[in-house]
């Protein structure tokens, strides 16, 4: 009887350590999806091994392509529902983030000192007004170490002038650098 109470403690505690890392995952689910507006879906991304090269044309169109590179790039994707029946209905908003070595680590940037970061925006729509790349100045990254391996990460970003549906994510990093 008692061996077999000692197989029961067993099972549940190998339950019990595998639900675990389901709600952590489950936890970082719900982190991405933090304010994300009802009308679409919002993905983040983590690229290691990365660096953004950002060009610039002859009108002073700015493109962001992702490369291979030391760093960690972060990519917030906003994409809002197409409107049925509607042409040149799509919306979409891209924010990077390119974390070095040095930058990972308990950190806040503020304003100016997101270009240390790379922090970029991109709208793009059929729309009358801007659309296309531009640095983000005003805002703050927050980046707290929660152990040896994983850093939160909280950005809430304001694009002065250039209309934007969202202006916060957060999520979870790990340091795999």
Do not use: W
């Amino acid at each position: 009887m008692k061996l077999k109470h000692v197989k029961l403690i067993l099972i549940f505690l190998l339950c019990l350590s595998c639900g675990t890392n389901q709600t952590i995952n489950s936890q970082k689910n719900n982190l991405e999806q933090l304010n994300c507006p009802q009308d679409g879906y919002c993905k983040i991304q983590t690229f290691r091994n990365s660096t953004l090269k950002i060009t610039e044309d002859k009108f002073g169109h700015r493109s962001i392509d992702v490369k291979r590179g030391e760093n960690i790039v972060v990519q917030f994707l906003y994409k809002r529902n197409e409107i049925p029946n509607t042409m040149d209905s799509g919306y979409s908003e891209i924010v990077y983030l390119e974390l070095n070595e040095s930058s990972l680590k308990d950190n806040t940037f503020k304003n100016i000192d997101l270009n240390q970061v790379n922090a970029q925006y991109g709208r793009f729509c059929y729309c009358k007004d801007a659309t296309g790349f531009y640095p983000i100045s005003v805002g703050e990254l927050n980046l707290a170490k929660i152990d040896d391996n994983s850093y939160s990460l909280y950005f809430e970003y304001n694009t002065l002038g250039i209309p934007q549906i969202t202006s916060e994510f957060q999520t979870v990093i790990l340091n795999n650098i």
